[in-house]
């Protein structure tokens, strides 16, 4: 019957003689579900509370960043073959965006099947083998998981919109016309016109707050809730250390609201969080919530008992203002938000970021400075996506080694966990002559060899060509070349992990602006306990001079973490120190050495 | 050491006509001073050193001074000593001694009246003791001192009788809600005289000037971007201190009343700006060809029927402003210098405080090129950051009260009698920045 055929993705996603979500459907229509015993389970990371607080994060592409099998599209297998590298490197957890069955129209946060793999990333079981390898370096591995809604393949969606009566008729959100919610903005402005499109075979109108084939469950439907929640367990019980929710303000929608943050939708966050700590403690929930930091802690949940909904969100605005701070040459881009930034419960960590895999978002900047930023930053219009820009570190910064430096070591001493982006440890470059975000989603560049290391694979089948510039082509830009010299950005970043990883301050101190006289000079203090570190940054391309009130430290020694170099002793009077052009110094505050204490 | 400490220092007013002219705040610049007297003189801190407060008449001119007492002077005190008591004591500079100025803030809270002045807290205010102190180290016309990243407490050098303009304009910005100002913390005073004024430090500011100046720095560092252009684009921040500046008017309006200037006293407003004409004129020979276009710029305002007038801040520029980060704060309502008191406090229009920051927008985008060599694609540039940040400002202001630039005739004015001064003053003080109030006056008076 044709109605089977539809439900089974099998044809369309490559899943046939593979374990996935409608394999059979039960008497009652329920759909039968691949369950987390039938897979091998990976050894379990060292344990360690708290571990998200300090931890280095590394978003990596599967898809980008090596193909073990040769056909063109880097698979688990391939970046399990490459954890030396990130053990070498210091990274402390992946990141890894959806890999999950997807007809990847977005990205594969389209997801068609919460159980299986996409078939050209590999199986449940490499997926399993990549975590167990992972931890065997020491190294966790989180995943993005989509809440919010389905890829419109997904066989929930197919039972939804056939059988409305059936079991999965209510997982969605279905509506006789397209009015009801209004309040609600469009969020892919370039794409759609609507929240609401007309399902012919269902006859209704489906809510999506993304794309239109991405339809929103319904989570008014505690089974929706249960499903989720046997999700989450599916992957936890394999091993995985936890999940980046995706664009977690939307789960519920409600009448005359912006249909964002409802006291529903935290409820349920506060349901995932009881499931992890009742049943996986340690491991980590952390929350996409593209909104004012204000607005976001309400997702770290009740404070006075240390946050009950997710562990880490991500600091959204922290970012553009990096960038606006340097163009301008003023702390205050910086200051303002950290300044606006609420304090956050005992067991909860921003994570911070550069770049990621989407555009360099401008939601959370003023009208004004978004024009700014596009003057500033994305000067081909092809460089726009949304409200963003789609490029790399690197080439954002005019592949100039001083401020990627910089830019890295704002990333690193600023209060969160900070996220790097794969490839910018290289100073990567992109394409963006590539369609929609897949500038910046090209494959990593592993030597001079064909294809960039990458593949294997005739040039021809690679899922993106690798990037050939001369500037920033796998010729000249890639890690071997990068290892062999140790004055590469490569060698320099492992260098910044290493201190950072030696000085508990970054991750678990509190942040305290110094300021001074000198706009362009961002200094701020990171305390934690005895550790004090003092982190002073020139915003300005030309060198400055500034006076920092350290009397609070008298006598005590500022001595330069990468170097070990004692400077001259704190004293009563302002601390002097110059700075070159986009310069910066990480400080140990040590107290001085006593009369006859051995040296 | 002493404890009768007026006789003790009278023999101090020998070496002080030597000292005082060196002192930043000394007035009477470049002259001499024929005698000095110890007005007053008391002891605020007993013991080695101790802390004595005095009051000076110098030539009819009255300063504060805190003096330490010490027999003997440490390394670090040694170039604030200022002579050698009888007793064969030092006396020297107490604002420059880090110790005996942490002790100020326990006068504070314990609402003393140590040497027979008061010392008061405002009310509610709960002083925060054992603080370390350190001078402010910029250069101003009072002398300030900082405690911790909390407190900052100027000594007015020159304090005057009466109610204090800079303490009483703050009290009525922060009883009416403003933002823009720092928060009063406590005064010190004599009978009825204003001697210092503590007010709650920030210390995550930056001046006004250095961060505008920074944005001038990275335009004139390209060779040819439009200010618009560069990375260090200022217009954002002009903006913003422009609603903030507006803001404090209002405040001021709502806290103190806003009265009318009839023609009559637009008239005299004509006059002043006549008579410091003249007075320029007889020094700046550079002036004369631009005479006849100020005088009719002047005349113009006889013609206006009338503005609004209210307290204003009397001396605004790029460095009484504050970047915090909270937003831009205005400092220093002491008025106009120079001028005395009934001077300064009478209403005026908020026009001149307008003027007096699009004048240092100015001042700002050419203080690079004093000096140089006239280099026109230089000064086109840095004109055009003054043009666009000028406007920016006006825009910002336009968000929160009247757009200035509606108000041309008498905006104008206000700006070139401005420059007419700083024309005199740069004569006098730095004859390479002639150039910066000429060209704005050509500039104006070519315009219109
Ligand atoms: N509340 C404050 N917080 C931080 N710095 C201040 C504060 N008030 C003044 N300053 C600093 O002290 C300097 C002198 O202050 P100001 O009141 O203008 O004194 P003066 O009347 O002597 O010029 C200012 O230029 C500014 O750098
Ligand atoms: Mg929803």
């Known amino acids: 019957m044709t109605v089977q055929d539809t439900t089974a993705p099998d044809a369309a996603l490559g899943l046939a003689g593979i374990p996935h979500t409608g394999e059979a459907v039960t008497a009652d229509g329920h759909l039968t579900e691949p369950q987390a015993e039938d897979f091998h389970h990976a050894r379990s990371a060292p344990p360690q509370v708290d571990w998200y607080k300090s931890a280095v994060f590394y978003e990596v592409l599967v898809r980008a960043f090596n193909d073990s099998d040769g056909n063109g599209t880097g698979d688990l297998r391939g970046l399990a073959d490459k954890l030396d590298y990130l053990q070498w490197l210091g990274i402390d957890c992946l990141w890894l965006p959806p890999f999950y069955a997807s007809p990847l129209r977005d990205g594969g946060y389209d997801i068609s099947d919460f159980r299986a793999v996409l078939p050209e990333f590999g199986t449940v079981d490499d997926f399993s083998y990549l975590l167990d390898q992972a931890h065997k370096r020491g190294i966790r591995v989180i995943t993005d998981l989509v809440l919010n809604h389905t890829s419109d393949a997904h066989p929930w969606f197919q039972e939804s919109r056939q059988h409305p009566d059936g079991p999965y008729g209510d997982y969605y959100v279905w509506s006789d016309t397209d009015e009801a919610y209004s309040d609600a903005r469009i969020i892919f402005v370039d794409t759609e016109t609507s929240n609401w499109t007309y399902d012919p075979v269902r006859g209704q109108f489906y809510w999506h707050r993304f794309f239109s084939h991405q339809p929103d469950l319904n989570y008014e439907n505690p089974a929706v809730q249960d499903a989720m929640l046997d999700v989450l367990r599916f992957w936890l019980d394999i091993g995985i250390d936890g999940f980046r929710l995706d664009a977690v303000p939307y789960l519920f929608e409600e009448e005359g609201t912006n249909c964002e943050n409802l006291p529903r939708t935290h409820e349920f966050l506060k349901r995932c969080r009881k499931v992890v700590d009742d049943e996986f403690p340690g491991r980590v929930l952390l929350a996409e919530a593209n909104q004012w930091p204000a607005d976001v802690v309400e997702y770290f949940g009740d404070a006075s008992i240390g946050g009950d909904e997710c562990h880490m969100a991500f600091h959204f605005p922290l970012m553009p203002r990096i960038f606006m701070a340097v163009r301008r040459e003023s702390r205050f881009p910086i200051s303002e938000i950290l300044a606006q930034t609420p304090a956050i419960p005992a067991g909860a960590q921003w994570g911070i970021f550069l770049r990621n895999h989407d555009e360099l978002t401008l939601e959370m900047v003023t009208d004004e400075e978004r024009d700014y930023m596009y003057a500033e930053y994305a000067k081909d219009p092809r460089m726009k996506a949304n409200i963003g820009i789609r490029r790399r570190l690197a080439p954002l910064l005019d592949n100039d080694r001083n401020q990627q430096e910089l830019f890295t070591a704002l990333l690193l001493s600023l209060p969160g966990s900070p996220v790097l982006y794969y490839g910018d440890e290289i100073g990567m470059g992109d394409n963006i002559w590539l369609g929609d975000r897949d500038a910046v989603r090209t494959p990593m560049q592993w030597s001079p060899d064909r294809n960039a290391g990458f593949s294997r694979c005739d040039p021809g089948r690679l899922y993106l060509p690798a990037i050939a510039d001369p500037v920033y082509g796998f010729q000249a830009v890639n890690v071997e070349a990068h290892m062999n010299n140790t004055s590469s950005l490569l060698h320099w970043t492992r260098r910044m992990l290493q201190v950072r990883t030696e000085h508990p301050a970054f991750g678990l101190g509190d942040f305290t602006e110094l300021g001074s006289s000198n706009p362009s000079v961002l200094a701020y203090l990171r305390r934690h306990g005895e550790d004090v570190v003092i982190c002073v940054n020139n915003l300005s391309r030309f060198p400055q001079p500034v006076e920092l009130h350290l009397s609070e430290h008298d006598g005590c020694i500022p001595v330069e973490l990468t170097g070990g170099v004692r400077f001259p002793a704190i004293g009563e009077l302002p601390y002097l120190l110059t700075l070159p052009g986009h310069g910066f110094y990480w400080f140990q505050i040590t107290r001085p050495l006593e009369e006859g204490e051995p040296q | ?448």
């Open chain 2, 1 to 448: 050491m002493t404890t009768r400490p007026l006789p003790a220092v009278t023999s101090l007013a020998e070496d002080l006509p030597g000292w005082l002219p060196g002192q930043r705040w000394f007035a009477a610049k470049g002259q001499d001073v024929a005698s000095v007297r110890v007005e007053r003189a008391a002891l605020l801190v007993d013991g080695d050193p101790a802390l004595l407060h005095t009051l000076l008449d110098a030539d009819g001119e009255r300063y504060q001074l805190l003096l330490g007492l010490t027999d003997e002077v440490p390394d670090h005190l040694r170039a604030a000593v200022i002579g050698r008591l009888a007793d064969g004591s030092y006396a020297y500079d107490a604002t420059h001694d880090a110790e005996l100025m942490g002790g100020l803030l326990e006068l504070f809270a314990e609402h003393s009246a140590a040497g027979g002045l008061d010392w008061l807290p405002e009310p509610g205010v709960h002083i925060q003791t054992g603080l370390r102190a350190r001078p402010v180290g910029v250069e101003q016309s009072n002398t300030s001192i900082v405690f911790g990243e909390h407190y900052i407490l100027k000594l007015y050098r020159r304090p005057a009788p009466g109610p204090n303009r800079d303490v009483e304009l703050h009290r009525a910005l922060v009883r009416a809600g403003s933002a823009q100002v720092a928060e009063p913390v406590a005064v010190v005073r004599a009978e009825g005289t204003v001697l210092g004024f503590a007010q709650r430090y920030l210390g995550d500011s930056a001046e006004g000037w250095a961060t505008a100046t920074a944005s001038v720095r990275d335009l004139l560092a390209e060779a040819d971007l439009h200010a618009g252009e560069v990375g260090g684009d200022f217009a954002g921040e002009a903006h913003r201190l422009g609603a903030a500046v507006a803001a404090v008017h209002a405040d001021l309006a709502a806290a103190l009343g806003v009265a009318t200037a009839g023609q009559a006293e637009m008239a005299a407003g004509a006059d002043g700006m006549h008579a410091r004409l003249d007075a320029a004129l007889a020094q700046v020979p550079a002036l004369a060809k631009r005479e006849g276009v100020l005088r009719a710029a002047f005349d113009a305002v006889r013609e206006l029927p009338g503005t609004s007038v209210q307290q204003v801040h009397g001396d605004l520029h790029l460095g009484q402003v504050l970047r915090t980060t909270g937003g831009w704060v205005l400092i220093d309502f002491e008025g106009e210098p120079d001028a005395p008191v009934a001077e300064r406090n009478r209403t005026r229009s908020a026009l001149r405080d307008v003027a007096g920051m699009l004048r240092s927008f100015d001042y700002a985008a050419l203080h690079m090129l004093a000096g140089e060599e006239p280099d026109h694609q230089r000064l086109t540039r840095a004109a055009e950051w003054a043009d666009r940040n000028r406007a920016a400002f006006c825009a910002g202001y336009a968000t929160v009260g009247t757009d200035p630039r509606a108000d041309s005739v008498l905006l104008r004015a206000f700006e070139l009698d401005k420059a007419v001064y700083e024309v005199g003053y740069e004569h006098r003080n730095r004859p390479d920045w002639v150039p910066i109030p000429l060209a704005a006056i050509d500039r104006a008076t070519a315009a219109g």
